[in-house]
Structures are given as C-alpha cells and as structure tokens.
C-alpha cells in the first residue's frame, strides 16, 4: 500500500523556519522524483520544489528561491522541505508528491501557518 506521511507542519512567525517530513513507504522511493506542493485557502495548488530520484538536481517555485531547500534521503525513504525566512504569504497546506511516469502519489498535507 502506497502511503506518503507529511509531517512538521504548524504554527511559526514571520521570518521563522521549519523543516517538513515526508516519509513514503508502499513503492521504490529512490526511483521517483519527488515534489513539494502547496494550496493557500481560496487559490489553486502550486508546485513549490522538486528533487530528481537521485537528488542530484532540485527546481524552485521563483517565490521560494533562496529560502526553501528540497532534499531527499534515500536510505530512509524521506524528502524534507527546509523552510527559512517565512513569510505569511507562505501559509498553505503542504503537500508531499512522488511521480514516476503515469504513476503519481501524494499525501495528505500537513498545515503551514506563519502568523504572529
């Protein structure tokens, strides 16, 4: 069974960090690219990060460029999304995505709020 386990969402201020989980089990993690996705209420998910299955090339939403970090571990099935810097317009519901050809998965999201 396919599954994709975000985690490390929450609550944060205006210029905080957090660092989000996503743990895959159910499919051959390292033969996927994995990506990061978020929606804002009222607007349309938007790709955030990207990261090859080797992890050797990553992509950045302009938006996020020079803040977010995509990384992967292969050995522990994991991809992280280093958020620094945050700023409200970041809040959304976190999505984590795995894709393989037709093949696609995603999670179940993990909130992220940047409020003071």
């Known amino acids: 069974q396919v599954q994709l386990v975000e985690s490390g969402g929450g609550l944060v201020q205006p210029g905080g960090s957090l660092r989000l989980s996503c743990a895959a089990s159910?499919?051959?993690?390292?033969?996927?690219?994995m990506s990061w996705t978020r929606q804002a209420p009222g607007k349309e998910r938007e790709l955030v990060a990207d990261?090859?299955?080797?992890?050797?090339?990553?992509s950045y939403v302009d938006s996020v460029k020079g803040r977010f970090t995509i990384s992967r571990d292969n050995a522990k099935n994991t991809v992280y999304l280093q958020m620094n810097s945050l700023k409200r317009e970041d809040t959304a519901v976190y999505y984590c995505?795995?894709?393989?050809?037709?093949?696609?998965?995603w999670g179940q999201g993990t909130p992220v709020t940047v409020s003071s």
């Open positions: 995505n795995a894709k393989r050809g037709p093949y696609a998965f």
């Open positions: 990261i090859t299955p080797s992890g050797g090339s990553t």
């Open positions: 159910g499919f051959t993690f390292m033969s996927y690219a």
